[in-house]
């Protein structure tokens, strides 16, 4: 029995299961992020860290978001808040903090610059 290189398991037009599922699992995740930042809740999120006291963490803005908008950042089928949802939105290449509209004061500690306003953001959303 001779070893399989590489290039046999490229060939394979039907790649092993946990390939695929990861594969699904990904592409499912892509979905999900780009649903997110299409719709509104990034401003949402960012017009409730105006109001929260700052610095905020995580888990206040999280809290915060659910009791604004328990439909959206609210986990399925409980009354709780969802950490993940406003983790997608904070983090990532194309999250808040990344944009510069949320600035990361030490580790876990956010707060809203004093330059962003949430307003001007919506009209610009609003031309673009």
Not at 7 to 13: A, Q, S, V
Not at 44 to 58: G, K, M, S, V, Y
Request: glycine letters at 6%.
């Amino acid at each position: 029995m001779t070893q399989r290189s590489l290039w046999d398991h490229l060939d394979n037009p039907n790649p092993p299961q946990p390939i695929a599922e990861k594969r699904d699992k990904d592409e499912t995740r892509k979905r999900v992020l780009k649903k997110l930042r299409a719709g509104g809740h990034w401003l949402i999120l960012l017009r409730i860290a105006r109001t929260i006291a700052q610095p905020f963490t995580l888990n206040d803005i999280s809290v915060a978001a659910w009791r604004a908008c328990p439909e959206f950042f609210g986990m399925k089928g409980y009354a709780y808040p969802d950490n993940h949802k406003v983790h997608s939105i904070l983090y990532g290449d194309r999250g808040l903090i990344a944009k510069g509209l949320l600035q990361r004061v030490q580790q876990g500690l956010f707060r809203v610059p004093d330059s962003v306003d949430p307003d001007l953001l919506a009209d610009r959303a609003k031309d673009a």
